[in-house]
């Protein structure tokens, strides 16, 4: 198989010698070509037709918002943006390049730890990116509503329509537009507390809170230890904390449990602590993303009762997470976002 073609936009030609060095080392991945402003870019990037873009916000000529506008004209290019998590003009303008076929969002390292760890893990998501095809291909029609194909779990009946009081959701690769997609689609306000664990670099959490509330008018805020949210309101877990739901309705963070498989936060801890304390008053939903993580806690709390849906394979950036979950049995209805908030609308009571 041929190598995955990586263009590099960034005006450092330092930062670029760099990335160039980190994916010389990844044989399945190949620079085809680089850009120091955005016009070169988009040139580029229409002339080598590369399978990923590798885009950093501030540039010039054209910003990379600019880049992505002039590409849409001529073919989404699948894109992970790097981008600084200390500027917030840049990182609110990351955030708003996620409906113009960025996939993943990735800090631009401060210092030499950040960037060995880069290192490690840019080939990864850059593969990831490549072998999606999600921004270059329409969203996926509407199909009818169809249980994953899975065995299912013999489970106690699921808490009446519209009396969940929890609405917990996981992510990773792909995810700040499926959570968009999904909360738009429900009620206003909805009767159920929100809470989501969204695997993203550290202090991504804060721009991911700010570009929701924004985009939906909804109260989305990063979670604090001890707080009990009201019906309505959208709580995101802080990075490096694992977050979870007491038998008192407050949120616990936990900085000191190690990581579960590479993650913390990690969706599978909110999934069992609710499945502990909550699972016929919780509906869960685990969207895109790469791994397993949150699988084992959605079989849980579909045994004790929960509501558990999935993203479809369609829609999903990165079929992982949610395929992990079908194959335990955990997914009762597999749907793209926007379907999956109409059908939680639905059952809330709502008009979704």
Not at 71 to 99: D, H, K
Request: aromatic share 2%.
């Amino acid at each position: 198989m041929a190598p995955i073609a990586v263009f590099i936009a960034d005006d450092s030609a330092s930062v670029r010698a760099v990335l160039r060095r980190f994916l010389a080392a990844a044989p399945e991945l190949r620079v085809i070509g680089e850009a120091a402003d955005g016009e070169a870019a988009v040139e580029g990037v229409r002339r080598l037709r590369p399978d990923v873009l590798l885009l950093d916000m501030a540039m010039p000529k054209l910003d990379g918002l600019g880049v992505l506008a002039r590409l849409e004209r001529s073919g989404r290019v699948p894109t992970v943006v790097l981008t600084s998590a200390s500027n917030r003009t840049e990182l609110r303008a990351a955030f708003e390049a996620l409906g113009a076929g960025v996939v993943e969002l990735l800090p631009k390292p401060e210092d030499p730890d950040h960037w060995r760890q880069l290192a490690s893990t840019l080939p990864q998501v850059l593969q990831a990116a490549a072998t999606t095809g999600r921004a270059a291909r329409p969203e996926p029609t509407p199909h009818p509503a169809a249980a994953a194909p899975t065995v299912a779990l013999r489970t106690p009946a699921a808490s009446p329509a519209g009396v969940w009081r929890w609405l917990a959701l996981g992510a990773s690769t792909g995810g700040p537009a499926a959570l968009r997609d999904l909360l738009a689609a429900l009620p206003s306000p909805a009767p159920a507390r929100i809470l989501i664990v969204q695997h993203i670099a550290h202090g991504f959490e804060v721009g991911l809170a700010e570009w929701l509330a924004g985009t939906l008018g909804l109260d989305v805020r990063v979670a604090v230890d001890g707080e009990r949210p009201d019906p309505g309101t959208v709580r995101i877990a802080p990075g490096g904390v694992h977050l979870r739901v007491t038998a008192e309705d407050r949120l616990a963070l936990d900085g000191v449990t190690p990581p579960r498989r590479g993650h913390r936060p990690a969706v599978d801890e909110l999934f069992l602590s609710l499945a502990a304390v909550a699972p016929r008053e919780t509906a869960a939903v685990l969207l895109t993303g790469m791994g397993v993580d949150g699988a084992e806690g959605l079989a849980a709390l579909r045994r004790g009762g929960a509501l558990c849906l999935g993203q479809d394979e369609g829609s999903s950036a990165v079929y992982g997470m949610p395929r992990a979950a079908a194959e335990l049995g955990a997914v009762e209805l597999a749907l793209p976002p926007e379907r999956l908030g109409r059908e939680l609308a639905r059952r809330m009571g709502g008009r979704g």
